[in-house]
């Protein structure tokens, strides 16, 4: 049973739009959020985290908003540019951090 | 090196044979995790080491999958009798404790066919 979803397999943003990635979650207990970005045959590189105690955090051009009630979080990607085009992943992990869950990523293109 | 390190990148096994493969994490990262991922799927969950203590091997997918970090650093995971099945990417990723949690950073994955 998939615990992370993201229902979206592929998404196409023209650049310097906002991109909105999104991720539902069926685990009450997952308190630990993180996104990754993956290049082909690349593994996966961690981007941004937020913790239930938040509801955004920022970095830079990317931003991850967190709605417990609605187990659902977005990435926010302002502007999008060609590099931002990759597979990116959401993660989900209770307190223990022992198991990260991932979704099935969504696949971004970002079009010049 | 500064991140995780996977060797071999890529292997082709004939079904049958054992393979091994090897994760080099980040210098004092006591996390380890490996994982699976298939064509089009997510990772999913193989194994977590703390130090040289293998605390979860909930995701190995049968008895032919091994794996071990006996000093604490390196760590190596055995798939025995391998099956065309077992073909995907195996992932290492090391992590460490923040405030919020534990982040971990993968490596390039090795890349396994088995023919």
């Not at chain 1, 615990?3 to 979650?25: A, F, H, M, T, W």
């Not at chain 1, 290049?39 to 709605?67: H, Q, W």
Request: aromatic letters at 14%; one cysteine or more.
């Amino acid at each position: 049973d998939q615990q992370v979803k993201q229902n979206s397999p592929s998404l196409s943003v023209q650049e310097g739009r906002i991109s909105i990635l999104n991720c539902d979650y069926t685990n009450s207990m997952f308190d630990y959020f993180l996104w990754y970005k993956k290049y082909p045959a690349e593994g996966p590189t961690f981007l941004i985290s937020i913790s239930s105690i938040k509801d955004k955090n920022e970095d830079g051009r990317f931003t991850v908003f967190l709605n417990k009630s609605a187990k659902h979080l977005s990435l926010h990607i302002v502007p999008s540019q060609p590099g931002d085009s990759a597979v990116y992943f959401c993660a989900a992990s209770a307190d223990t951090g022992n198991q990260f869950y991932f979704g099935t990523g969504t696949s971004l293109t970002v079009i010049p | 090196g500064a991140g995780v390190s996977q060797s071999p990148r890529y292997k082709v096994a004939k079904r049958g044979q054992d393979v091994a493969l090897r994760c080099d994490p980040i210098s004092g990262h006591v996390s380890l995790f490996w994982y699976q991922q298939a064509l089009g799927q997510g990772p999913e969950f193989l194994t977590y080491f703390q130090n040289e203590a293998q605390l979860d091997k909930s995701g190995l997918p049968s008895d032919r999958f091994f794996a071990e970090r006996p000093e604490g650093s390196v760590s190596t995971l055995k798939i025995q009798r391998t099956q065309q099945e077992d073909s995907a990417v195996y992932l290492c990723a090391s992590g460490v404790w923040g405030f919020s949690g534990n982040t971990i950073y993968f490596g390039e994955g090795s890349w396994l066919t088995v023919v």
